[in-house]
């Protein structure tokens, strides 16, 4: 389990961070010395990982990064979005890419708990990457209400615009009680709104699991100091879930039908992540609020 708002950061988060850098996708200011130490720490396991199962974890850390960004792109571009909360996100550089691509227009708020967003302000800041409409806010994903509560947050928008919610490589941390709660309370708040979509990245759990995959697994979990939870098996129970949890409809991107993503479809480990779009189920109001 990663971190509640009493503990440290996580060293996943500080690695996603370097990774995004080293890979082109971020800006100098975001990559942390940390981030550089223990990537080199990691490097046995990405090793272990394509050694033993021919799983490149590049391939599919860039398969959901990029997957992310291009539906969240094009969503903004067609003028559906205008608006984004990213839960938990950490030291990614998509806040300050988004804004460096559509400029004023897009109001973008990055959450995480109390200790990141310190750190994530203090890096910004320092490398003069906030631009006007593109804030750093607390937020526990967990918490039904309250100052740190999505609720919260969400009385602080505009209810005009659409609005996308994501929580990118959050929620394979989470039991599934938890991993509900968090989708039940982002289909509430998305309803608000005119539009509303939300992006996560899925990993559908094979029916038999190899051993390499097994071994896989046991390695991660260690490194990050909790269980991995895999909540999926087919497309079928996530859009079942999905509706269950409040939301009207949901699609799995696979990466082969993403431009962004095409390149990492052939390549075992990239081939495994598919980006979950829902779209909200709009109240009545938010629809009347949008036509005034
Ligand atoms: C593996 S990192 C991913 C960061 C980022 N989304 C990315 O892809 O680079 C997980 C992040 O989840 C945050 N986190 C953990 N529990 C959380 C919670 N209950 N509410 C909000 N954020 C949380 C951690 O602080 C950490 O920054």
Same mark, same amino acid.
């Given at each position: 389990?990663?971190?509640?708002?009493?503990?440290?950061?996580?060293p996943? *988060?500080?690695?996603?961070?370097?990774?995004w850098?080293?890979?082109?996708?971020?800006? @100098?200011?975001?990559?942390?010395?940390?981030?550089?130490r223990?990537?080199?720490?990691?490097?046995?396991?990405?090793?272990?990982?394509?050694?033993?199962?021919?799983?490149s974890?590049?391939?599919l850390?860039?398969?959901?990064?990029?997957?992310?960004?291009?539906?969240?792109g &094009?969503?903004?571009?067609?003028?559906?979005? /205008?608006?984004?909360?990213?839960?938990? *996100?950490?030291?990614?550089?998509?806040? =300050?890419?988004?804004?460096?691509?559509?400029?004023? #227009?897009l109001?973008y708020?990055?959450?995480?708990?109390? $200790?990141?967003?310190?750190?994530?302000?203090?890096?910004?800041?320092?490398?003069?990457?906030?631009?006007?409409? $593109?804030?750093?806010?607390?937020? &526990?994903?967990?918490a039904?209400?309250g100052?740190?509560?999505?609720? *919260?947050?969400?009385?602080?928008?505009?209810?005009?615009?659409?609005?996308?919610?994501i929580?990118? #490589?959050?929620?394979?941390?989470?039991?599934?009680?938890s991993?509900? /709660?968090? =989708?039940?309370r982002?289909?509430?708040?998305?309803?608000?709104?005119?539009?509303?979509?939300?992006?996560?990245?899925?990993?559908?759990?094979?029916?038999?699991?190899?051993?390499?995959?097994?071994?896989?697994?046991?390695m991660?979990?260690?490194?990050?100091?909790?269980?991995?939870h895999f909540?999926?098996?087919?497309?079928?129970?996530?859009?079942?879930?999905?509706?269950?949890?409040g939301?009207?409809?949901?699609?799995l $991107?696979?990466?082969g *039908?993403?431009?962004?993503?095409?390149?990492?479809?052939?390549?075992?480990?990239?081939?495994?992540?598919?980006?979950l779009?829902?779209?909200?189920?709009?109240? @009545?109001?938010a629809?009347?609020?949008?036509?005034?």
């Amino acid at each position: 389990m990663p971190p509640r708002s009493s503990e440290r950061i996580s060293p996943t *988060a500080y690695a996603t961070g370097y990774f995004w850098y080293r890979h082109g996708l971020s800006h @100098p200011a975001l990559a942390t010395p940390q981030g550089r130490r223990i990537s080199r720490l990691m490097e046995p396991l990405m090793l272990g990982t394509r050694l033993l199962g021919g799983i490149s974890l590049d391939a599919l850390l860039l398969a959901r990064h990029r997957g992310i960004d291009s539906v969240l792109g &094009d969503a903004i571009e067609q003028g559906r979005i /205008g608006q984004v909360i990213e839960i938990a *996100a950490g030291l990614s550089p998509r806040g =300050w890419a988004m804004k460096r691509r559509f400029g004023a #227009g897009l109001r973008y708020i990055e959450t995480d708990l109390p $200790h990141m967003v310190a750190l994530k302000q203090r890096l910004l800041d320092a490398g003069g990457l906030l631009t006007p409409g $593109h804030s750093v806010v607390e937020l &526990d994903a967990l918490a039904d209400g309250g100052p740190q509560s999505l609720a *919260a947050l969400a009385k602080t928008l505009d209810p005009k615009l659409g609005t996308a919610i994501i929580t990118e #490589g959050l929620m394979n941390y989470l039991d599934p009680e938890s991993a509900l /709660g968090v =989708w039940r309370r982002i289909a509430g708040t998305l309803a608000k709104f005119p539009q509303g979509i939300y992006l996560n990245d899925v990993y559908l759990r094979p029916r038999r699991i190899n051993p390499a995959t097994l071994a896989f697994g046991a390695m991660l979990s260690t490194f990050v100091r909790g269980r991995m939870h895999f909540h999926f098996t087919s497309e079928t129970q996530v859009v079942e879930v999905m509706k269950r949890c409040g939301f009207a409809d949901a699609v799995l $991107h696979q990466p082969g *039908a993403l431009p962004e993503t095409k390149s990492y479809a052939g390549i075992r480990g990239g081939d495994g992540v598919s980006i979950l779009e829902a779209r909200a189920a709009v109240h @009545p109001q938010a629809r009347r609020r949008k036509k005034t």
